[in-house]
């Protein structure tokens, strides 16, 4: 999860049982399929629209609606209550209005609260909460989970630039559920109480066979988009869909991610900058595994913080060269506004090319002014040499299938309509897809 994160850090989260299944298969490069919806069950998937930049969905917690952001990148769902003490990055008490939250929820759950178990969770630009859990009916579109564990934040360093979500519904692995038992709820920095583990509100559904083991996204670059519960989202792709392999693997240095999966970890196979293989362009003896790393697929995540032994030959590939910003009170590698020409870049997965385009890699709704230049944020920003992660500037370019059933990624170019692609005209690319 990210509110406009920037740079790239991987977090622990934990372990708990679940009916969706783990992989220890290897990185898949299966070919694409014309059938992206192989895993439905006995009920028709449940469409969900979302709104906004935080691609936020209207759920019913309890008996009131409010507005989450739904994350991939983690499995907690929590709301902020009317009694939510909101601090600084410092852990200083500061004004509630101060976070952002568009709306709250009463401070009590109408179910019991879950007792010695709270939520302690820190995000990767170093935002964090928790507090109690306890029971609440959780409705997302038609799919209603009664009695859900969801949690009621006490306090926290969470603000909201974008002031459109109230909390957050995750729909990753239960693996990566933010559970710690104990008494007294406690920030996750130093924290030694041990991890707990409990279902989540995706794991009860296929439970309960409210919807089968899969959900699908399908988002918009300047905000919204849509969400299928147990199906995949009905708008125009390009082509099949290439399918790729979840993987266990321990990225968060914790043994727990040794036997059970967390993130959506898949292998993208390539790059490639301006019709030229990543591959082949770099010299860099340090990139681990010859050049390919794991990848988080990550819908709370704004941008795609990659490796920057691959993001320097992207920003390398600009006539003038990106520069160090602050935009929404972070500080992001950025490009003028109305640059003539940004750089290609595609992604190979499951053996198929994937572009990323202009407006998803140079950001307008993300900018500021400097000098007198009105300057916007890059789609891929520097993160860590060993791991990367496939946020929403990559997301809005796909229909992305989230198969939990099944333990695959599946991914489909988004076609737009109108849309003229610079990168599907080049000669290269055309002659890099027909090698594959």
């Known amino acids: 999860m990210a509110l406009s994160i920037l740079v790239f850090c991987l977090y622990i989260f934990t372990h708990t049982e679940s009916v969706i299944g783990s992989s220890t298969t290897s990185p898949g490069s299966n070919s694409g399929s014309n059938c992206p919806d192989k895993v439905i069950g006995a009920r028709e998937p449940v469409l969900v629209d979302l709104f906004g930049p935080s691609y936020i969905a209207h759920v019913t917690v309890g008996s009131k609606t409010v507005p989450l952001l739904i994350d991939t990148g983690s499995s907690d769902i929590w709301v902020v209550p009317s009694n ?11 004004e509630q209005a101060a976070c952002g939250f568009p709306s709250y929820v009463n401070d ?6 879950i007792p010695e178990t709270y939520l302690s969770i820190i995000y990767g630009n170093g935002q964090f909460t928790h507090g109690p859990y306890g029971l609440e009916s959780v409705s997302l579109g038609d799919i209603t989970v009664p009695n859900q564990q969801i949690a009621l934040p006490s306090e926290g360093y969470i603000k909201v630039a974008s002031g459109d979500f109230s909390g957050i519904l995750g729909l990753g692995y239960p693996g990566m559920v933010a559970a710690r038992a104990g008494k007294d709820p406690k920030a996750y920095v130093n924290n030694t109480d041990p991890m707990a583990a409990y ?29 299928a519960i147990g199906g995949v989202v ?6 099949d869909f290439a399918v790729t392999s979840i993987l266990m693997r321990n990225l968060i240095n914790d043994t727990r991610a040794d036997t059970e999966l967390t993130y959506y970890t898949i292998i993208a196979e390539d790059y490639i900058i301006n019709g030229e293989r990543f591959s082949k362009l770099s010299t860099d003896e340090e990139i681990p595994s010859g050049k390919i790393f794991p990848v988080i697929v990550d819908s709370g995540f704004t941008t795609c913080p990659l490796p920057p032994s691959l993001v320097t030959l992207f920003y390398d590939a600009f006539i003038s060269a990106p520069q160090v910003v602050e935009i929404e009170g972070q500080a992001m590698f950025a490009a003028p506004c109305d640059t003539d020409k940004v750089p290609t870049f595609s992604v190979q997965i499951g053996g198929q090319m994937i572009e990323m385009s202009r407006d998803t890699l140079l950001v307008a709704r993300m900018n500021t002014t400097e000098n007198g230049t009105t300057m916007c944020a890059l789609g891929l920003q520097p993160g860590i040499e060993e791991a990367g992660l496939l946020g929403d500037t990559f997301l809005s370019n796909v229909v992305a299938v989230f198969d939990v059933g099944e333990s695959e990624m599946r991914f489909a170019q988004r076609s737009f309509e109108g849309a003229v692609s610079e ?3 080049s000669p290269v690319l055309k002659r890099l897809k027909d090698e594959l």
Do not use: R, Y
């Open 423 to 425: 990168e599907l005209s």
């Open 84 to 94: 939510f003490t909101c601090l600084d990055a410092e852990s200083h008490v500061i």
């Open 234 to 239: 009905d708008v125009p792709i390009q082509g």
């Open 108 to 113: 009590t759950f109408s179910g019991n609260e």
């Open 199 to 227: 279902d989540t509100w995706l794991v009860n559904a296929v439970k309960q066979n409210l919807t089968a083991p899969l959900f699908s996204m399908a988002l918009n670059m300047n905000g919204g988009g849509l969400l």
